[in-house]
């Protein structure tokens, strides 16, 4: 299975290289523009302007036109500094300063005559305002990330804090829909009043959209996030198909410095109370067996320095249950037909398909072959065996959870494990090309069963999503592609 999954991974990777088509996508980059004035205010023409990623050391280059003004376009978000270079002007230096994703950041300097072997350093960036549109958006740097609290570790929680943002089921945004992906739309936040399918989703600038349902497609692990921007408001022709929020993913890239990650996040009965409804369900229901492991790590660093760079990272579940479950039965009497116990609660039952004539003393006859097969064996429809909640039939049933096979009570164990691999690579080939490639891949376990009997076990169904994107970047144009292959479903085994 291994062999397979590694097949998949080099044909993947290939395909994404060579074969992939391009279209233009959203904006995932910065800008950089300016001012360029000397000692008495007047512009400075030919003025040679470098903007170098402190990461990884890239430099772009520009000159200013005619007006004094540079512009350098295409930057892929990070920390830069300027150097500014004039015949008949000192060597001007900018400190470091953040670029985010879809910013333009405006900064003007003053060039000092004399000699060029002087170097003037000016102090760090004042805060850059967006003064270029009227977006409104939220952008969130590779620490918030890692200092948010998040359950389940689910990226979409993120989207919470831009203004304007609420869930109304937080829930939601834990559990399957956290290690997993999202198959609901509680998994998915409202922006500024709009339903969660109008979001829009993208990563690296490809589409991250499950079409079906229009929700959250794949969840990257937050380690490997570098940015992620929430535009809620007045967005740019950049960002269309979003009459809700559209949410920018960007991930990491090797940097000309080797970094890397490991985590576990462990939860545990060990370390939970009781449920209250496990506590006063009559006889009480005992404290489930339940652990739940989220690991992995990431790493990062150079093939070439200033030139190649790659960067990976791996998340997986392990995720066990036992335990008791409860679930609502009918009394056997009621499998026969008789509900005379709803008429002392003031229920009457009506025979909908004879002008709703009312059942003599709520006495329904049973025709269907199957209500009559499973009243006559309890082993596949088991009779009720703890005290129901509203004195019927709520809750009047405790069995062991999926996979116990009779007696009931023996306690069993599920397992889910989902798993992402994520990897790219990153090339400059000259000043103003890159190249990125970049695969993401998800496994995942069947769905878990709360109470099962002696039932065929599903059959084991494995979705997968192979995600490929490629951009290039050229002087004039930003292209992505991305390719999406759901027909494909290997066998991920622990």
């Known amino acids: 299975m291994r062999t397979n999954l590694l097949r998949y991974l080099i044909v993947g990777w290939m395909m994404a290289t060579l074969c992939l088509s391009s279209a233009v996508g959203q904006t995932i980059t910065g800008s950089i523009t300016g001012l360029v004035t000397d000692p008495s205010g007047a512009v400075v023409v030919g003025a040679k302007i470098t903007a170098e990623n402190t990461a990884t050391g890239v430099q772009t280059t520009a000159q200013t036109n005619g007006a004094g003004v540079y512009t350098i376009r295409f930057l892929p978000i990070g920390v830069y500094?300027?150097?500014?270079?004039?015949?008949?002007?000192?060597?001007?230096?900018?400190?470091?300063?953040?670029?985010?994703?879809?910013?333009?950041?405006?900064?003007?300097?003053?060039?000092?005559?004399?000699?060029?072997?002087?170097?003037?350093?000016?102090?760090?960036?004042?805060p850059i305002l967006n003064t270029a549109d009227a977006t409104l958006g939220n952008t969130l740097s590779t620490n918030e990330i890692q200092n948010i609290p998040l359950n389940g570790r689910n990226f979409s929680s993120l989207t919470l804090y831009q203004p304007g943002a609420i869930d109304t089921?937080?829930?939601?945004?834990?559990?399957?829909?956290?290690?997993?992906?999202?198959?609901?739309?509680?998994?998915?936040?409202?922006i500024n009043g709009n339903r969660e399918q109008a979001n829009n989703y993208t990563i690296e600038g490809a589409d991250d959209n499950e079409p079906q349902n229009n929700l959250i497609a794949y969840n990257p692990a937050p380690d490997a996030i570098a940015e992620l921007?929430?535009?809620?408001?007045?967005?740019?022709?950049?960002?269309?198909?979003?009459?809700?929020g559209a949410v920018v993913t960007i991930l990491k890239s090797g940097t000309n410095n080797y970094h890397g990650s490991v985590y576990d996040l462990l939860q545990s009965q060990i370390l939970d109370a009781n449920t209250w409804g496990n506590n006063h369900s009559v006889p009480i229901t005992p404290k489930n067996s339940?652990?739940?492991?989220?690991?992995?790590?990431?790493?990062?660093?150079?093939?070439?320095?200033?030139?190649?760079?790659?960067?990976?990272?791996?998340?997986?579940?392990?995720?066990?249950?036992?335990?008791?479950?409860?679930?609502?039965?009918?009394?056997?009497?009621?499998?026969?037909?008789?509900?005379?116990?709803?008429?002392?609660?003031?229920?009457?039952?009506?025979?909908?398909?004879?002008?709703?004539a009312p059942y003599l003393n709520n006495q329904v006859p049973v025709v269907n072959p199957v209500a009559q097969y499973l009243a006559a064996h309890p082993q596949l429809y088991p009779a009720p065996n703890a005290a129901p909640a509203d004195g019927l039939i709520q809750n009047n049933y405790q069995g062991g959870r999926q996979g116990s096979s009779p007696p009931i009570r023996k306690i069993s164990k599920s397992t889910g494990l989902p798993e992402i691999w994520a990897g790219s690579m990153d090339s400059t080939l000259r000043e103003r090309a890159a190249i990125l490639r970049r695969l993401s891949l998800r496994c995942s376990s069947p769905p878990t069963i709360p109470?099962?009997?002696?039932?065929?076990?599903?059959?084991?169904?494995?979705?997968?999503?192979?995600?490929?994107?490629?951009?290039?970047?050229?002087?004039?144009?930003?292209?992505?592609?991305?390719?999406?292959?759901?027909?494909?479903?290997?066998?991920c085994s622990a």
């Open 81 to 126: 500094t300027l150097t500014l270079e004039a015949k008949g002007f000192t060597l001007e230096k900018v400190n470091a300063f953040p670029l985010e994703i879809d910013q333009t950041a405006k900064i003007n300097v003053g060039l000092t005559i004399g000699a060029s072997e002087t170097m003037v350093v000016t102090e760090t960036a004042h």
């Open 169 to 190: 089921d937080p829930a939601g945004l834990s559990g399957n829909n956290a290690i997993e992906r999202d198959t609901y739309n509680n998994g998915v936040v409202a």
């Open 229 to 244: 921007r929430v535009v809620s408001a007045n967005a740019n022709a950049t960002y269309g198909n979003a009459n809700g």
């Open 290 to 356: 339940y652990t739940q492991n989220i690991f992995g790590g990431t790493f990062g660093g150079p093939i070439l320095k200033n030139k190649l760079f790659f960067f990976g990272d791996y998340e997986g579940v392990r995720h066990h249950t036992g335990g008791k479950a409860s679930a609502s039965l009918l009394t056997p009497a009621m499998l026969r037909g008789d509900f005379s116990a709803l008429t002392a609660v003031g229920i009457q039952l009506y025979d909908t398909q004879n002008s709703f």
């Open 451 to 491: 109470i099962r009997q002696r039932l065929p076990a599903p059959a084991l169904f494995t979705p997968f999503r192979l995600t490929l994107s490629m951009k290039f970047a050229s002087d004039s144009r930003a292209f992505v592609g991305t390719m999406v292959s759901p027909a494909i479903h290997p066998v």
